[in-house]
């Protein structure tokens, strides 16, 4: 069983920064991709960002693109995702999600384990 719990959340105005981090309580951390997704209210939960099991490799949603950065500490089982230039769209529910896979994946359905989400809110 793996547990993933998320911190850094909550309240910026339009134009701020975050910094999630998502904390793995599992040894082989360092073997598997990583993810964030978001869901806001009504809609359905999407892809935001991945990272491969070393960090080699990343890969974003378009909406994110050049705004949010994805990297991992495998020395402290966590994966981050540093959010600049926020937008009120950007409002919604974030979770960490750990991959069956090596390699990054937008692909909901190759995540097995998730965390219990934070709240991401920004203002206009």
């Known amino acids: 069983q793996v547990q993933l719990v998320e911190s850094g959340g909550g309240l910026v105005q339009a134009g701020g920064s975050l910094r999630l981090s998502c904390a793995a309580s599992t040894r082989t951390f360092n073997t598997y991709a990583m993810g964030w997704f978001r869901q806001a209210p009504g809609k359905e939960r999407a892809f935001v960002a991945a990272?491969?099991?070393?960090?080699?490799?990343?890969y974003y949603a378009d909406s994110v693109k050049g705004r949010f950065t994805i990297s991992r500490d495998n020395a402290k089982n966590t994966v981050y995702l540093q959010m600049n230039s926020l937008k009120p769209e950007d409002t919604a529910i974030y979770y960490c999600?750990?991959?069956?896979?090596?390699?990054?994946?937008?692909?909901?359905?190759?995540?097995?384990?998730w965390g219990q989400g934070i709240q991401v809110t920004v203002s206009s």
């Open positions: 999600a750990k991959s069956k896979q090596t390699v990054a994946t937008s692909r909901l359905s190759t995540y097995d384990y």
């Open positions: 990272i491969s099991w070393g960090g080699g490799s990343s």
